[in-house]
Protein backbone atom coordinates (compact mmCIF):
# COMPACT_ATOMS: atom_id res chain seq x y z
CA UNK A 1 0.00 0.00 0.00
CA UNK A 2 1.46 3.31 -1.01
CA UNK A 3 2.81 5.90 1.87
CA UNK A 4 0.17 8.93 2.19
CA UNK A 5 1.92 12.13 3.54
CA UNK A 6 0.20 15.84 3.91
CA UNK A 7 1.45 19.26 3.01
CA UNK A 8 0.07 22.18 3.40
CA UNK A 9 -1.19 23.85 -0.43
CA UNK A 10 -1.79 27.55 -0.80
CA UNK A 11 -5.55 28.01 -2.55
CA UNK A 12 -4.67 31.07 -4.25
CA UNK A 13 -1.16 30.09 -6.17
CA UNK A 14 -0.32 26.44 -5.61
CA UNK A 15 2.86 26.89 -2.92
CA UNK A 16 2.89 24.21 -0.87
CA UNK A 17 5.20 23.63 2.33
CA UNK A 18 5.16 21.12 5.28
CA UNK A 19 3.55 23.26 8.49
CA UNK A 20 0.89 25.65 8.43
CA UNK A 21 0.79 29.65 8.47
CA UNK A 22 -1.89 31.85 8.40
CA UNK A 23 -0.09 33.89 5.52
CA UNK A 24 1.05 32.47 2.30
CA UNK A 25 4.93 33.15 2.08
CA UNK A 26 4.23 33.31 -2.17
CA UNK A 27 1.36 35.52 -2.78
CA UNK A 28 0.81 36.89 1.03
CA UNK A 29 -2.77 35.93 1.05
CA UNK A 30 -4.25 35.10 4.84
CA UNK A 31 -5.65 31.81 5.35
CA UNK A 32 -5.27 30.08 1.93
CA UNK A 33 -3.20 27.15 3.20
CA UNK A 34 -5.12 23.87 3.50
CA UNK A 35 -4.28 20.67 4.78
CA UNK A 36 -3.73 18.37 1.49
CA UNK A 37 -2.95 14.26 1.60
CA UNK A 38 -1.03 13.16 -1.21
CA UNK A 39 -0.20 9.66 -2.00
CA UNK A 40 2.75 8.73 -3.23
CA UNK A 41 2.11 6.60 -6.36
CA UNK A 42 3.73 3.41 -6.68
CA UNK A 43 3.16 3.20 -10.34
CA UNK A 44 5.27 5.39 -12.65
CA UNK A 45 3.31 7.03 -15.31
CA UNK A 46 4.25 7.22 -18.56
CA UNK A 47 5.20 10.29 -20.36
CA UNK A 48 3.96 11.85 -23.46
CA UNK A 49 0.53 12.74 -24.55
CA UNK A 50 -1.91 9.94 -23.02
CA UNK A 51 1.12 7.80 -21.91
CA UNK A 52 2.25 7.53 -25.21
CA UNK A 53 5.87 6.68 -25.75
CA UNK A 54 7.26 9.29 -27.81
CA UNK A 55 10.63 10.16 -29.33
CA UNK A 56 12.83 13.16 -30.89
CA UNK A 57 12.23 14.86 -33.94
CA UNK A 58 13.92 17.37 -35.73
CA UNK A 59 11.88 20.17 -36.91
CA UNK A 60 12.54 20.24 -40.14
CA UNK A 61 10.77 16.65 -40.64
CA UNK A 62 7.46 17.52 -38.51
CA UNK A 63 4.76 17.96 -41.05
CA UNK A 64 2.67 21.67 -40.54
CA UNK A 65 -0.89 20.79 -41.68
CA UNK A 66 -2.98 24.11 -42.56
CA UNK A 67 -5.05 25.75 -39.39
CA UNK A 68 -8.49 24.81 -40.17
CA UNK A 69 -11.00 26.65 -37.99
CA UNK A 70 -14.63 26.39 -37.25
CA UNK A 71 -17.10 29.36 -36.89
CA UNK A 72 -19.02 29.85 -33.60
CA UNK A 73 -21.91 31.13 -35.60
CA UNK A 74 -21.76 33.68 -33.05
CA UNK A 75 -19.84 37.02 -34.90
CA UNK A 76 -18.42 38.40 -32.12
CA UNK A 77 -17.26 35.38 -30.39
CA UNK A 78 -15.13 34.43 -33.82
CA UNK A 79 -13.56 37.46 -33.62
CA UNK A 80 -12.21 37.20 -30.26
CA UNK A 81 -11.29 33.35 -31.67
CA UNK A 82 -9.36 34.70 -34.26
CA UNK A 83 -11.76 33.73 -36.69
CA UNK A 84 -13.22 30.74 -35.33
CA UNK A 85 -12.31 27.43 -33.27
CA UNK A 86 -9.67 25.20 -33.95
CA UNK A 87 -9.40 21.34 -33.75
CA UNK A 88 -8.15 20.62 -30.36
CA UNK A 89 -8.09 24.13 -28.75
CA UNK A 90 -8.40 23.92 -24.94
CA UNK A 91 -10.76 27.50 -24.20
CA UNK A 92 -11.08 29.14 -20.38
CA UNK A 93 -13.86 31.20 -20.05
CA UNK A 94 -13.77 33.74 -16.62
CA UNK A 95 -16.08 36.21 -15.65
CA UNK A 96 -18.18 37.27 -12.59
CA UNK A 97 -21.05 35.11 -11.44
CA UNK A 98 -24.13 36.00 -13.48
CA UNK A 99 -22.43 38.15 -16.21
CA UNK A 100 -23.51 35.51 -19.27
CA UNK A 101 -20.57 32.54 -18.77
CA UNK A 102 -23.36 29.88 -19.15
CA UNK A 103 -25.71 31.54 -21.22
CA UNK A 104 -23.22 32.27 -24.21
CA UNK A 105 -21.68 28.76 -23.93
CA UNK A 106 -25.64 26.90 -24.17
CA UNK A 107 -26.04 29.26 -27.38
CA UNK A 108 -22.52 27.70 -28.90
CA UNK A 109 -23.32 24.39 -27.91
CA UNK A 110 -26.30 24.63 -29.88
CA UNK A 111 -24.83 26.49 -33.03
CA UNK A 112 -22.23 23.54 -32.89
CA UNK A 113 -24.26 20.54 -32.85
CA UNK A 114 -26.41 19.31 -35.88
CA UNK A 115 -27.05 15.60 -37.25
CA UNK A 116 -23.34 15.18 -37.97
CA UNK A 117 -21.99 15.57 -34.77
CA UNK A 118 -23.09 16.63 -31.14
CA UNK A 119 -22.41 18.49 -28.54
CA UNK A 120 -21.57 17.34 -24.56
CA UNK A 121 -22.56 19.85 -22.36
CA UNK A 122 -21.21 18.74 -19.02
CA UNK A 123 -22.53 20.41 -15.70
CA UNK A 124 -21.44 20.11 -11.85
CA UNK A 125 -23.12 23.79 -10.76
CA UNK A 126 -26.76 23.06 -12.27
CA UNK A 127 -29.02 20.13 -12.58
CA UNK A 128 -30.66 19.16 -15.73
CA UNK A 129 -33.85 20.98 -14.95
CA UNK A 130 -32.00 24.21 -14.77
CA UNK A 131 -30.16 23.77 -17.87
CA UNK A 132 -33.47 22.83 -19.49
CA UNK A 133 -35.28 25.85 -18.55
CA UNK A 134 -32.19 28.07 -19.33
CA UNK A 135 -32.51 26.52 -22.51
CA UNK A 136 -36.35 26.88 -23.11
CA UNK A 137 -36.21 30.95 -22.40
CA UNK A 138 -33.33 30.90 -25.09
CA UNK A 139 -35.80 29.06 -27.25
CA UNK A 140 -32.73 26.36 -27.76
CA UNK A 141 -34.72 23.02 -28.93
CA UNK A 142 -31.73 21.02 -30.38
CA UNK A 143 -31.72 17.64 -29.91
CA UNK A 144 -28.03 16.60 -30.74
CA UNK A 145 -26.98 19.09 -27.58
CA UNK A 146 -26.69 16.23 -25.26
CA UNK A 147 -26.43 16.95 -21.44
CA UNK A 148 -24.57 15.14 -18.68
CA UNK A 149 -24.74 16.09 -15.30
CA UNK A 150 -21.54 14.80 -13.70
CA UNK A 151 -18.50 15.96 -11.51
CA UNK A 152 -16.45 12.88 -11.84
CA UNK A 153 -13.76 13.89 -14.33
CA UNK A 154 -12.84 9.62 -14.45
CA UNK A 155 -16.40 9.42 -15.40
CA UNK A 156 -16.76 12.32 -18.10
CA UNK A 157 -13.71 11.76 -20.03
CA UNK A 158 -14.45 7.73 -19.93
CA UNK A 159 -17.92 8.55 -21.56
CA UNK A 160 -16.40 10.58 -24.06
CA UNK A 161 -14.18 8.05 -24.86
CA UNK A 162 -17.31 5.55 -25.06
CA UNK A 163 -18.92 8.27 -27.41
CA UNK A 164 -16.45 8.60 -30.05
CA UNK A 165 -15.44 5.08 -29.83
CA UNK A 166 -18.90 4.03 -30.79
CA UNK A 167 -18.10 6.20 -34.03
CA UNK A 168 -20.24 9.48 -32.71
CA UNK A 169 -18.04 12.14 -33.46
CA UNK A 170 -18.20 15.60 -31.40
CA UNK A 171 -17.69 19.07 -32.43
CA UNK A 172 -17.39 20.20 -28.89
CA UNK A 173 -17.25 19.49 -25.07
CA UNK A 174 -18.35 22.33 -22.49
CA UNK A 175 -17.29 22.05 -18.97
CA UNK A 176 -19.11 24.39 -16.22
CA UNK A 177 -17.36 24.57 -14.28
CA UNK A 178 -13.95 23.48 -13.47
CA UNK A 179 -14.25 24.15 -9.96
CA UNK A 180 -16.95 21.69 -9.26
CA UNK A 181 -14.36 18.60 -10.92
CA UNK A 182 -12.77 16.28 -9.02
CA UNK A 183 -11.31 12.92 -9.37
CA UNK A 184 -10.98 10.02 -6.62
CA UNK A 185 -7.96 9.47 -7.29
CA UNK A 186 -6.31 12.93 -5.50
CA UNK A 187 -8.53 13.56 -1.76
CA UNK A 188 -8.60 17.11 -1.77
CA UNK A 189 -12.36 18.58 -2.49
CA UNK A 190 -13.27 19.93 -5.34
CA UNK A 191 -12.26 23.19 -6.12
CA UNK A 192 -8.98 23.23 -4.10
CA UNK A 193 -5.71 23.44 -6.75
CA UNK A 194 -4.45 19.77 -6.45
CA UNK A 195 -8.29 18.97 -8.08
CA UNK A 196 -8.29 21.91 -10.44
CA UNK A 197 -4.85 21.22 -11.84
CA UNK A 198 -5.16 17.63 -12.26
CA UNK A 199 -8.88 17.72 -14.19
CA UNK A 200 -7.74 20.68 -16.13
CA UNK A 201 -4.69 18.47 -17.44
CA UNK A 202 -6.95 15.46 -18.14
CA UNK A 203 -9.63 17.82 -19.83
CA UNK A 204 -6.38 19.31 -22.03
CA UNK A 205 -4.92 15.80 -22.85
CA UNK A 206 -8.15 14.84 -23.96
CA UNK A 207 -9.00 17.65 -26.53
CA UNK A 208 -5.47 17.14 -27.83
CA UNK A 209 -5.87 13.27 -28.15
CA UNK A 210 -9.55 13.39 -29.88
CA UNK A 211 -9.01 16.84 -31.98
CA UNK A 212 -11.86 18.22 -30.20
CA UNK A 213 -12.62 21.67 -28.65
CA UNK A 214 -12.88 22.10 -24.86
CA UNK A 215 -14.50 25.02 -23.44
CA UNK A 216 -13.94 25.24 -19.92
CA UNK A 217 -15.89 27.94 -17.15
CA UNK A 218 -13.46 29.03 -14.57
CA UNK A 219 -14.53 31.03 -11.56
CA UNK A 220 -13.33 34.51 -10.16
CA UNK A 221 -11.66 35.13 -6.97
CA UNK A 222 -12.55 38.50 -5.44
CA UNK A 223 -9.57 39.74 -6.22
CA UNK A 224 -10.92 39.60 -9.84
CA UNK A 225 -8.57 37.06 -10.97
CA UNK A 226 -9.23 32.93 -12.14
CA UNK A 227 -9.56 31.14 -9.03
CA UNK A 228 -7.24 28.30 -8.52
CA UNK A 229 -3.48 27.39 -9.82
CA UNK A 230 -1.74 30.13 -11.56
CA UNK A 231 -0.73 27.39 -14.04
CA UNK A 232 -4.61 26.26 -15.35
CA UNK A 233 -4.06 29.72 -17.60
CA UNK A 234 -1.00 28.51 -18.77
CA UNK A 235 -2.30 25.05 -19.60
CA UNK A 236 -5.05 26.21 -22.11
CA UNK A 237 -4.57 27.48 -25.34
CA UNK A 238 -7.39 30.55 -24.53
CA UNK A 239 -8.65 32.34 -22.21
CA UNK A 240 -11.34 34.64 -22.70
CA UNK A 241 -13.22 36.95 -19.96
CA UNK A 242 -16.38 38.20 -19.57
CA UNK A 243 -17.03 41.36 -18.17
CA UNK A 244 -19.88 43.69 -17.90
CA UNK A 245 -22.13 45.16 -15.65
CA UNK A 246 -25.28 43.34 -14.36
CA UNK A 247 -27.41 46.00 -13.93
CA UNK A 248 -26.99 46.57 -17.70
CA UNK A 249 -27.38 45.30 -20.69
CA UNK A 250 -23.87 45.59 -22.20
CA UNK A 251 -21.17 42.83 -21.94
CA UNK A 252 -17.85 42.93 -23.33
CA UNK A 253 -15.45 39.62 -24.02
CA UNK A 254 -11.60 40.19 -24.36
CA UNK A 255 -8.93 37.51 -24.78
CA UNK A 256 -6.16 37.71 -22.05
CA UNK A 257 -4.44 34.91 -23.80
CA UNK A 258 -4.61 32.84 -27.60
CA UNK A 259 -2.20 31.05 -29.42
CA UNK A 260 -4.45 30.87 -32.41
CA UNK A 261 -5.32 34.54 -32.76
CA UNK A 262 -4.39 37.85 -31.00
CA UNK A 263 -5.60 39.40 -27.57
CA UNK A 264 -5.88 42.52 -28.59
CA UNK A 265 -9.64 42.37 -29.96
CA UNK A 266 -12.90 42.67 -28.40
CA UNK A 267 -16.54 41.04 -28.33
CA UNK A 268 -19.22 43.42 -27.87
CA UNK A 269 -22.79 41.68 -26.81
CA UNK A 270 -26.02 42.88 -25.56
CA UNK A 271 -28.03 40.63 -22.80
CA UNK A 272 -31.33 40.03 -24.33
CA UNK A 273 -34.70 37.99 -23.30
CA UNK A 274 -33.51 35.60 -25.82
CA UNK A 275 -29.69 35.28 -25.20
CA UNK A 276 -27.06 37.29 -25.79
CA UNK A 277 -26.70 39.21 -29.25
CA UNK A 278 -23.08 40.19 -31.06
CA UNK A 279 -23.35 44.15 -31.49
CA UNK A 280 -22.02 44.78 -35.12
CA UNK A 281 -22.63 48.47 -34.99
CA UNK A 282 -21.32 49.32 -31.52
CA UNK A 283 -22.54 53.21 -31.85
CA UNK A 284 -25.96 52.06 -30.98
CA UNK A 285 -24.50 51.68 -27.61
CA UNK A 286 -22.15 54.22 -26.95
CA UNK A 287 -23.98 56.99 -28.57
CA UNK A 288 -26.86 58.95 -27.82
CA UNK A 289 -29.72 59.40 -29.91
CA UNK A 290 -29.82 62.77 -30.44
CA UNK A 291 -27.61 64.31 -33.21
CA UNK A 292 -27.88 68.16 -32.43
CA UNK A 293 -24.62 69.28 -31.15
CA UNK A 294 -25.32 70.01 -26.94
CA UNK A 295 -22.40 71.69 -24.64
CA UNK A 296 -19.95 69.24 -22.37
CA UNK A 297 -20.53 65.90 -25.19
CA UNK A 298 -18.30 65.09 -27.94
CA UNK A 299 -17.53 62.03 -30.49
CA UNK A 300 -14.83 60.76 -30.80
CA UNK A 301 -13.01 57.43 -32.12
CA UNK A 302 -10.97 54.68 -30.10
CA UNK A 303 -9.64 51.93 -31.45
CA UNK A 304 -10.00 48.45 -30.19
CA UNK A 305 -8.14 45.84 -31.64
CA UNK A 306 -8.73 46.25 -35.22
CA UNK A 307 -12.06 47.88 -35.43
CA UNK A 308 -12.78 51.81 -34.73
CA UNK A 309 -15.18 52.86 -32.44
CA UNK A 310 -17.16 55.78 -31.66
CA UNK A 311 -17.87 56.90 -28.53
CA UNK A 312 -19.89 59.45 -26.60
CA UNK A 313 -17.75 61.69 -23.87
CA UNK A 314 -19.98 63.76 -21.89
CA UNK A 315 -18.76 66.08 -19.22
CA UNK A 316 -19.77 68.93 -16.33
CA UNK A 317 -18.01 71.76 -14.76
CA UNK A 318 -19.44 73.72 -12.06
CA UNK A 319 -18.02 76.53 -9.62
CA UNK A 320 -16.99 74.58 -6.73
CA UNK A 321 -17.12 76.13 -2.69
CA UNK A 322 -14.97 73.42 -1.31
CA UNK A 323 -10.69 74.23 -0.97
CA UNK A 324 -10.27 70.92 -2.78
CA UNK A 325 -12.23 70.44 -5.72
CA UNK A 326 -14.31 67.33 -6.95
CA UNK A 327 -12.73 65.34 -9.35
CA UNK A 328 -15.32 62.34 -10.47
CA UNK A 329 -15.01 60.34 -13.14
CA UNK A 330 -17.00 57.20 -14.62
CA UNK A 331 -15.82 54.62 -17.51
CA UNK A 332 -12.02 56.49 -17.16
CA UNK A 333 -9.31 56.28 -14.78
CA UNK A 334 -9.35 58.86 -12.12
CA UNK A 335 -5.95 59.40 -12.47
CA UNK A 336 -6.02 60.02 -15.74
CA UNK A 337 -8.73 62.79 -15.10
CA UNK A 338 -6.32 64.57 -13.41
CA UNK A 339 -3.51 64.29 -16.04
CA UNK A 340 -6.11 65.83 -18.59
CA UNK A 341 -7.23 68.71 -16.02
CA UNK A 342 -3.69 69.31 -15.02
CA UNK A 343 -2.55 69.71 -18.83
CA UNK A 344 -5.03 71.94 -19.62
CA UNK A 345 -4.65 74.03 -16.50
CA UNK A 346 -1.45 74.31 -17.62
CA UNK A 347 -1.33 75.02 -21.14
CA UNK A 348 -4.97 76.25 -21.66
CA UNK A 349 -5.01 78.40 -18.97
CA UNK A 350 -8.24 77.02 -17.92
CA UNK A 351 -9.01 77.84 -14.00
CA UNK A 352 -10.08 74.53 -13.54
CA UNK A 353 -8.83 74.46 -10.13
CA UNK A 354 -12.31 76.28 -8.66
CA UNK A 355 -14.31 74.04 -10.52
CA UNK A 356 -15.79 71.06 -9.74
CA UNK A 357 -15.47 68.27 -12.52
Known amino acids: MPKTR ?12 VGWAGKCPNCDSWGSLVETVIEAS ?18 PSIEVKKTSRTTTKISELDRVL ?6 GQVVLLAGEPGIGKSTILLQLASNLS ?38 DTDAVVESIDELISSG ?31 SAFRLVRLAK ?13 KQGSVAGPAVLMHMVDTVLWFEGDKSLTLRLLRAVKNRFGPTDEVGI ?25 VPGSVTTSILEGTRPLLVEIQSLVVPSRLPFPKRIAQGMDPRRLELML ?14 DC
Open 168 to 198: QPLSAIIIDSIQTMATIELSGMAGSVGQVRE
Open 269 to 293: FTMEDKGLVSLDAPEKIFLTSEKKS
Open 6 to 17: SSFVCQQCGYSQ
Open 42 to 59: SVRKKSGVGGKKTQPLSL
Open 114 to 151: DAKSIVLYVSGEESAQQVAIRAQRLGIKNRFLKFFEET
Open 209 to 221: ERNVPVFIVGHVT
Open 82 to 87: GGGLVT
Open 342 to 355: AVLIRRAGLPLYEY
